[in-house]
């Protein structure tokens, strides 16, 4: 694991420095996306659109899949996944990527979703670069503090501390979804390379015991102290209690 503490304003420099990177190398990357508030308080969006548009990288022969989606909330609701997706980065870029992989909220069968996903990651030979954001309560994905996690995708509660944050998105805390689908433990651990970012003073607590704790289901995030490639990338108030 390799952590590198920077000013906010250079983090998305440095992503989109990993991801050009990874580009050159394999143009068909399978790039694993995340939504939350991190991509954009960092630029990371903006910056690999900039560069895009600049003809420094492409994603034309590039699959991104996004690793959750709220169940109920279909892809026309706003604060879907899939139109966070759309909005801050699909819409704006130039050319689309060759695929694009996001499970379906409203989908009939949320467990055929899951398998759905998984089945995609298997098809495209597996996820080469998987961003990650981390929850204050650990999570990664929508991989909730459980007793034990499964390793595929599976259909998960939405802890309750993460549904009072988005209660303001919603409007009320009943209209928050109640569960979600997301990569299993096994799945995020199966991507090639992870890029886990957290900023911010209110992160430091989480980022200290994700990244120097106990491997544990209890804290999700945990799980990058064994993955083979992963780098964290954190601003000096995210970093501050390590
Ligand atoms: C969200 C998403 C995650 C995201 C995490 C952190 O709910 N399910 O994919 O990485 O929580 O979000 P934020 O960056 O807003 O702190």
């Known amino acids: 694991m390799k952590i590198i503490v920077r000013p906010l304003d250079q983090i998305a420099a440095l992503v989109a420095d990993d991801v050009q990177a990874l580009l050159a190398s394999k143009p ?3 790039l694993g996306m995340t939504t939350g508030t991190t991509p954009l308080t960092t630029g990371i969006f903006q910056e690999l659109i900039c560069r895009e548009a600049q003809g420094q990288l492409s994603f034309a ?3 991104f899949i996004n690793p959750d989606e709220q169940i109920g909330i279909g892809p026309d609701h706003e604060q879907s996944y899939y139109q966070y997706m759309k909005r801050h980065m699909l819409d704006e870029l130039r050319t689309q990527p060759k695929e694009w992989h996001i499970p379906i909220g409203t989908a009939a069968d949320p467990i055929a979703e899951c398998e759905a996903i998984e089945a995609a990651i298997a098809r495209l030979g597996g996820v080469d670069w998987q961003l990650l954001g981390i929850g204050i309560n650990g999570h990664i994905c929508f991989i909730e503090p459980a007793p034990s996690l499964p390793a595929k995708c599976f259909v998960t509660p939405i802890a309750e501390v993460n549904r009072e944050l988005y209660a303001k998105d919603y409007g009320s805390l009943a209209d928050v979804p109640t569960h979600a689908i997301t990569y299993g433990w096994g799945t995020v651990l199966a991507a090639r390379e992870l890029c ?5 003073q209110h992160k430091a607590d989480i ?3 994700a ?3 106990n491997v ?3 804290l999700p995030a945990t799980i990058v102290q064994i993955h083979p490639n992963a780098t964290i990338i954190l601003d000096p108030e995210a970093a501050s209690k390590l």
């Open 28 to 30: 068909d990357a399978v």
């Open 61 to 63: 022969s590039t699959a």
């Open 196 to 200: 886990l970012v957290a900023c911010g």
């Open 207 to 209: 980022v200290a015991r």
């Open 211 to 213: 990244l120097t704790g």
């Open 216 to 218: 544990t289901p209890e």
